[in-house]
Structure formats: structure tokens, C-alpha cells
């Protein structure tokens, strides 16, 4: 069999970040995985969700999966699976067909669904043996199996926890643990590190890195944009077409040349959506006191100068997420229809939320401790922390969903504990999890917390239709809610929270799970709600979406360890070693240096 070798990029573990490194993996020349014009459609007469799908995805390798929502990633999971049938072409899985031959690959992959089917009542050993009796796996082997998959997963000693009380990161690795019962040939992750935080993140692809150097072949379907960097290998869908298919730094190159940085004193976000409907311009974000922007293909710098000084504007390295963007065509150019419906509020500035010495207890565990800080009005202030720190905690501290076990939360002056429902009625909150009725449809959802939030007569039909308006939600009204793309149930989730016209935004984690695209639009949104006087929380793990916040509050092990502008945190953590830290960088890099000052007070 030949081989060839192929430089990879790595986790670098020494900086406890996602970065590039060069290794060596060896490739198979015989495909794991070969499609030959593949088609899947759901309904007749709509458009195909893969459409004459030609790819190879060989062994020894991590081939990522990216494309916007709908795009056809998990379709194409669930096909080389073997859990749905196309519609027409071929699919070869380890050389055989999964339609007519599933017992011949069934032991040799292991499949993590986007939602991995843990069972929450049962303790983590107990979904090992499950996975183990579905895959034949008895005897003396399953219990090397089983020792093999703790130790590789750190979960030893949670091994009696049931798997609803493991933190976010832990159920990612539990589900990896369950997909590895087998040991298989081939690894199909459909967005395994969706809701991780940034550490919990490094640890699953180390995991998954050590598996590929054991020959293991990895299809890492994924939302992070900086983890298709760090595959061999990358197939982009667009609408069901694949739009490239072969190495990420062969479509960043599409971009060198194109990528600038401008340093902006003030008014970052009015600067941005001014920039963004420039034609010159394909993609913009901001990056801590920086806005970084994309040109389109044959226009020149001259393009973006009228946005800053000359000297403050510099050309920077491409990003993978800079080619994707500008390959998909680029940002719409239109201003938030959503905060163009809005009002704007009427304030003399001040603080919005105040929360002093926040504690909540359960039972003998303090999940929230001590956590003092306080937000002004028009602010994006971040709740950031690892998975099970407490910042959801806090979160619902504030939002008035749980009541704290010692300490005070106030919403524009208003005290939770003496009246809650004014509070209430001030703020809208979208949750971390889709949490509006999934049996109901669009319509019935907008009109239900319309109801809740005490909206009568023309000014709840009026506040209705704006947000079926500005959320482009027009073709879904009679849709079941739980049917929705994640995008679209996004859109429907923020109307919800929006239409009564709320002081403050809380968004727990609002983006979670959807495409670079989405994201900037919803980012477009919360902008243009912040310049009409709202008042935004917002917690994430996309660190690049910490950049747009003014100020960070970092949460963990229940205090809050740094509260600071995003350039004021990642200064702090400046070194030798890391002379121009990112977002997730200075997130990792505080997190270690609070353990290290435990560590030497014990």
C-alpha cells in the first residue's frame, strides 16, 4: 500500500490554545470514504439537500466538514452512517455500500450525532456498558475497552456520575468515549464541540489527534472556523454543492493581500456598519479596539481609508474564516432591520444591572460566590468561563429566573427579591438551549409571549408583525418551532425577547451552534439595538464574539476572576512566549494563572 506524508497542523498544548504546528500524518491512497454524484432529497419539487456530491475522504487524517446552516453537513453524516438512504449516485464506506452492506461497516465506525443520545439517568459507566451491549463488545475486552476510554477521556473518576450532571465539555467527551467503544476505522463528529468552552475544546482535539495518529480516520463536521485550520483536510457546502474540497490553506490564500486591520478610537460598532456597506467590503468583525475587514476581490486599500487614518491601518495575516466568508459571497449589504423597528430608548446613561456579592448555593456546593460587577447603559458586557463555572448561574441570578442565596440583583434600579415582575418586564431573554415550544408553530409562539409579556390589542399585532418582518420569518409561520433550522429558531428565540421593547438583552450563549454567517447577522443586530439604548449581556464560547463587548467578565469556579476590556485582558497576559495573544489565548491563559496562585497559597 502506498503512503505519503503530509504536513498538519496541531494543538499546540504549550500554549493551551488552538494554533498551527507542523506534524506528519500518514494517508492511506485507498479513500475511507468515496461519493460519486450523490443526491438526497427530502421532498419532491424542493431543492436537494446534497446535490451530485463527488468527495474522498482518506485514513490517517482529520477531514473537517464547514458550510452555513442547511448546507448539508449533517445530511451527508447521516448517510455515511448508513442511517438514511440517497437518492441517487453511489456512497463507498471502508469499500462498502452502507444501503445495501450496513453490517459490514456498522462495527467499524463510530458515529457522535450533533445531539449524542447520552443518557442523562444514567451514571457514566452505565452509557459505557449500554454502547458496549448495542456493539457486541463483551468480556475481557470490554473492560480494557471501557479502562482504555476513561483514561483517555479523564472521566475515571466521574465514571459513577450520571451523565446529566456532567458540564458540557464532559458530555462531549463521554459521547466520544461511546462512539470508541469499537475502536473504529472511521470517526464521524457531526459539531462535537458546539457549547465547549475553550479548554474543554483543546482537550477533545487532542483526544481526537492522538486517535489519528493511531491511523483512525476523522470526518469533524464544525461551526469553529479555527478548527477547519486545523484539519488535513476540508470539504465546503454550500446548498447542498461542494463548493471546495482539499486543503484550508489553499482557500485562505484566496484572500492573501486582502485582510487589514484598522485601529479605531471610538465609535467601533457605527464604524464597522459603515464599512460593512462599502462595496470594498466583503466581511468585517471587530477585534478588541480593531476592526479587522475583508476586501472584495481587485479593490484596493484606498477602499477603507475613508473609515481611519492611513497609519492606523495595517495589512494582517488571512484566517480560513476570511476565505469562507468572501468564498459564500460575502455579508449582505443592509443595516439591522431589527433595530431599525425599535425605539429608541430614552436614558441619562447610568448602570442598568448591578450585581453585589451575588451567591447561590446548592445544598453544600456554591455555584455563584461572591460575584460583584455592574453594567451601563448601551454596554455589550460578556460573561465568559469555562463549561460549569457558574456564569449561567449568574446569568439566571439576573435575569430573575433563580432567586440567590445571598446578595442583590437590580435591573435598571429595580430590586429582583422586592419586585420581580417589573424587573422582569424590563429585560427579554433568549436562553443558552431552544426554549420556546417546539410543538407550537412560529405564530403560535410570537403570540403566546406576546401574551406573557403583557402586550394587548394593535400593540401586540403591531409588535408581531415587526419581528416577522425583520427576522424574515414570513415563510414559517405555520412550521412547528422544534422544526426549524437552528438559525431560523435563533431568529424566532431573539423576536421573542425583543418585542416587548426591552431596556436589556440577555443572550445565553445565542449563537451557539450556527454558521459564521448567522453570526455576524445576529452581531449586526445586537449592534444596532445597542446604538438605539439597549442594554446587552451576552454569554459565549466563539471568543472572536468577545471581541465585540466593551467590557469581560470571566467567571470560574464560581468567582469572578478578571472584569476588564477585551485589549486590557489579553495586555495582561502578554509574554515572552506570546507577544500578540487572541481571545481564547488570554481566556486560557488567566484560567492558569488563577489554578497556579491556588495551587502555591496551599
Given at each position: 500500500m502506498n503512503t505519503m506524508n503530509q504536513s498538519s497542523p496541531r494543538v499546540n498544548a504549550g500554549n493551551?490554545?488552538?494554533?498551527?504546528?507542523?506534524?506528519?500524518?500518514?494517508r492511506s491512497s485507498l479513500p475511507l470514504v468515496e461519493t460519486t454524484g450523490l443526491v438526497k432529497s427530502f421532498r419532491e419539487g424542493a431543492?436537494?439537500?446534497l446535490d451530485h456530491l463527488d468527495t474522498r475522504v482518506v485514513g490517517g487524517a482529520i477531514t473537517g466538514l464547514a458550510g452555513p446552516d442547511g448546507a448539508g453537513k449533517t445530511t451527508l453524516m447521516r448517510l455515511l452512517a448508513g442511517l438514511l438512504l440517497p437518492t441517487a449516485g453511489s456512497i463507498r464506506v471502508l469499500g462498502f455500500d452502507p444501503t445495501t452492506q450496513p453490517e459490514e461497516i456498522r462495527s467499524r465506525i463510530g458515529y457522535m450525532p450533533q445531539r449524542f443520545g447520552l443518557y442523562e439517568d444514567l451514571s457514566v459507566m452505565q452509557n459505557l456498558q449500554l454502547y458496549a451491549e448495542l456493539r457486541g463488545i463483551i468480556g475481557e475486552e470490554r473492560q480494557a475497552s471501557f479502562d482504555r476510554l476513561l483514561t483517555f477521556t479523564d472521566l475515571k473518576r466521574f465514571q459513577e456520575r450520571k451523565a446529566g450532571a456532567l458540564s458540557g465539555g464532559m458530555k462531549q467527551k463521554l459521547g466520544l468515549a461511546c462512539a470508541l467503544v469499537s475502536k473504529p476505522d472511521l470517526l464521524l463528529l457531526d459539531e462535537p464541540s458546539v457549547g465547549v468552552d475553550p479548554i474543554s475544546r483543546r482537550d477533545l482535539w487532542k483526544m481526537v489527534?492522538?486517535?489519528?495518529?493511531?491511523?483512525?480516520?476523522?470526518?469533524?463536521?464544525?461551526?469553529?472556523?479555527?478548527?477547519?485550520e486545523l484539519c488535513d483536510a476540508v470539504i465546503l457546502l454550500h446548498e447542498g454543492k461542494k463548493i471546495f474540497d482539499g486543503p484550508p490553506k489553499e482557500l485562505t490564500d484566496r484572500v492573501r493581500s486582502r485582510t487589514f486591520?484598522?485601529?479605531?478610537?471610538?465609535?467601533?460598532?457605527?464604524?464597522?456598519?459603515d464599512a460593512l456597506r462599502s462595496p470594498a467590503v466583503v466581511d468585517g468583525v471587530v477585534q478588541g479596539d480593531h476592526i479587522r475587514l475583508v476586501l472584495k476581490e481587485g479593490s484596493s486599500q484606498e477602499g477603507i481609508e475613508q473609515f481611519a487614518d492611513d497609519r492606523h491601518l495595517r495589512a494582517v495575516a488571512p484566517r480560513f474564516e476570511d476565505a469562507f466568508v468572501d468564498t459564500l459571497g460575502g455579508l449582505p449589504k443592509e443595516e439591522s432591520l431589527v433595530a431599525s423597528t425599535m425605539p429608541h430608548l430614552e436614558h441619562d446613561?447610568?448602570?442598568?444591572?448591578?450585581?453585589?456579592?451575588?451567591?447561590?448555593?446548592?445544598?453544600?456546593?456554591?455555584?455563584?460566590?461572591?460575584?460583584?460587577?455592574?453594567?451601563?447603559?448601551?454596554?455589550?458586557?460578556?460573561?465568559?468561563?469555562?463549561?460549569?463555572?457558574?456564569?449561567s448561574t449568574t446569568f439566571k441570578m439576573l435575569c430573575g429566573l433563580l432567586k440567590p442565596s445571598s446578595g442583590t440583583a437590580r435591573i435598571v434600579g429595580i430590586d429582583f427579591r422586592k419586585s420581580g415582575s417589573a424587573a422582569r418586564n424590563r429585560i427579554g431573554y433568549m436562553a443558552q438551549k431552544f426554549s420556546l415550544y417546539g410543538d407550537l408553530t412560529v405564530q403560535q409562539n410570537l403570540d403566546f409571549f406576546s401574551g406573557v409579556y403583557g402586550l394587548q390589542g394593535k400593540r401586540r399585532s403591531s409588535a408581531i408583525d415587526r419581528m416577522i418582518h425583520a427576522f424574515g420569518l414570513e415563510n414559517h409561520l405555520g412550521n412547528a418551532s422544534g422544526q426549524l433550522p437552528l438559525g431560523f429558531k435563533q431568529r424566532l428565540a431573539m423576536a421573542c425577547a425583543l418585542m416587548h421593547e426591552p431596556d436589556v438583552l440577555f443572550l445565553d450563549e445565542p449563537t451557539s451552534g450556527v454558521?459564521?454567517?448567522?453570526?455576524?447577522?445576529?452581531?449586526?443586530?445586537?449592534?444596532?439595538?445597542?446604538?438605539?439604548?439597549?442594554?446587552?449581556?451576552?454569554?459565549?464560547h466563539f471568543m472572536d464574539e468577545a471581541e465585540y463587548c466593551d467590557r469581560i467578565?470571566?467567571?470560574?469556579?464560581?468567582?469572578?476572576?478578571?472584569?476588564?476590556?477585551?485589549?486590557?485582558?489579553?495586555?495582561?497576559?502578554?509574554?515572552?512566549?506570546?507577544s500578540d495573544p487572541t481571545m481564547e489565548e488570554t481566556f486560557i491563559r488567566i484560567i492558569q494563572r488563577f489554578d497556579t496562585a491556588n495551587e502555591n497559597k496551599k
Open positions: 493551551g490554545a488552538l494554533s498551527q504546528s507542523v506534524g506528519t500524518s500518514s431543492a436537494p439537500a489527534q492522538d486517535l489519528v495518529g493511531e491511523g483512525i480516520g476523522v470526518i469533524w463536521s464544525t461551526a469553529y472556523l479555527d478548527e477547519v486591520q484598522l485601529l479605531v478610537a471610538n465609535n467601533r460598532r457605527k464604524i464597522l456598519a446613561g447610568g448602570t442598568v444591572i448591578d450585581a453585589h456579592d451575588l451567591t447561590k448555593r446548592f445544598g453544600h456546593f456554591v455555584a455563584t460566590d461572591r460575584v460583584t460587577f455592574s453594567v451601563n447603559r448601551s454596554e455589550i458586557f460578556g460573561l465568559l468561563g469555562p463549561n460549569g463555572a457558574g456564569k454558521d459564521p454567517i448567522t453570526r455576524r447577522q445576529f452581531w449586526l443586530h445586537i449592534n444596532g439595538l445597542v446604538e438605539k439604548g439597549v442594554t446587552v449581556m451576552v454569554t459565549t467578565g470571566l467567571v470560574y469556579r464560581g468567582k469572578l476572576i478578571a472584569l476588564d476590556t477585551p485589549d486590557a485582558l489579553k495586555r495582561s497576559v502578554k509574554s515572552a512566549d506570546l
